[in-house]
């Protein structure tokens, strides 16, 4: 997915996010606890090594040489985890708006009383706050009305 940098990433992070990357691909490619476990250790090993290098040229190469390793061995079907960006379950979270509950029938809002009750006491609250912020609903229908010939003269 190609992105327009939003943010200057340092070169810990880059390197944090390849090692990270790469756990996962060797993660699809091994499935198999152990298996996945033995090659982690491994690479883990190989990014210990690269740790002692203080030569920011030479560090910066070796991140380049990482990632295009990566981009040569990567798996093709990645495992996502299911509510993540490009999992099965991704966005799939039903959302419902407020105003479907008024449409229930009074014989399904008697089953919870409470919460309906308490829901009256918060819309007469909201439509409170409303009314002290941007005035009557007869004025502020007044004044889009006004808004509105203005804009027609223009």
């Not at 499935?31 to 560090?59: G, I, K, S």
């Not at 009256?120 to 004025?139: H, L, M, P, S, T």
Request: hydrophobic residues 35%; charged residues 35%; glycine residues 4%.
């Amino acid at each position: 997915m190609a992105s327009l940098p939003t943010k200057i990433i340092s070169h810990k992070q880059r390197v944090c996010a390849l090692y990270k990357e790469a756990l996962r691909h060797l993660q699809s490619w091994h499935p198999e606890r152990d298996v996945f476990r033995y090659h982690a250790v491994l690479l883990r090993h190989r990014l210990d090594q690269t740790m002692q290098e203080t030569d920011l040229r030479v560090c910066k190469k070796m991140l380049l040489d990482g990632e295009a390793e990566l981009w040569e061995k990567q798996h093709p079907v990645r495992i996502r985890f299911g509510e993540s960006v490009g999992g099965a379950a991704y966005d799939r979270t039903l959302y419902y708006p407020d105003w479907l509950l008024d449409t229930w029938h009074p014989y399904e809002k008697a089953a919870y009383p409470e919460y309906f009750a308490r829901r009256e006491i918060r819309k007469q609250e909201f439509v409170e706050r409303w009314e002290k912020k941007y005035g009557e609903k007869a004025q502020v229908d007044n004044n889009l009305e006004v808004w509105y010939r203005e804009g027609e003269k223009g």
